[in-house]
Nanobody, 119 residues
Framework: QVQLVESGGGWVQAGGSLRLSCVAS????????MGWYRQAPGKEREQVAK???????YYADSVKDRFTISRDNEKNTMYLQMNSLKPEDTAIFYC?????????????WGQGTQVTVSS
């Protein structure tokens, strides 16, 4: 079955960096659009970035020029490099697998990893 396992979250001071990883299994990773979402306390889950099967990347305006999404199909792994972190980036970050052939419908979620940015 589909498994998405995130890692790399933690605590960092404002201005710092973290790199999140999502190791995928149970499906043909290279064929799917993948994405990162986050949910801050009291807020709805929002899309942070997504990367298509042909490596086209899309970002939320709030993270453009600070975050970089990438994927390594040989390792079935997706990454999110986060630089210049701000306190407002504090959230649980989730790995998402989109439905095959879709760039808009999420089919599976990871368990999430906490990112905390202190001021």
């Amino acid at each position: 079955q589909v498994q998405l396992v995130e890692s790399g979250g933690g605590w960092v001071q404002a201005g710092g960096s973290l790199r999140l990883s999502c190791v995928a299994s149970g499906f043909s990773f290279s064929l799917n659009t993948m994405g990162w979402y986050r949910q801050a306390p009291g807020k709805e889950r929002e899309q942070v970035a997504k990367i298509t099967r042909d490596n086209s990347a899309y970002y939320a305006d709030s993270v453009k020029d600070r975050f970089t999404i990438s994927r390594d199909n040989e390792k079935n792994t997706m990454y999110l490099q986060m630089n210049s972190l701000k306190p407002e980036d504090t959230a649980i970050f989730y790995c998402a697998k989109f439905r095959l052939g879709s760039e808009t419908e999420v089919g599976h979620w990871g368990q999430g990893t906490q990112v905390t940015v202190s001021s």
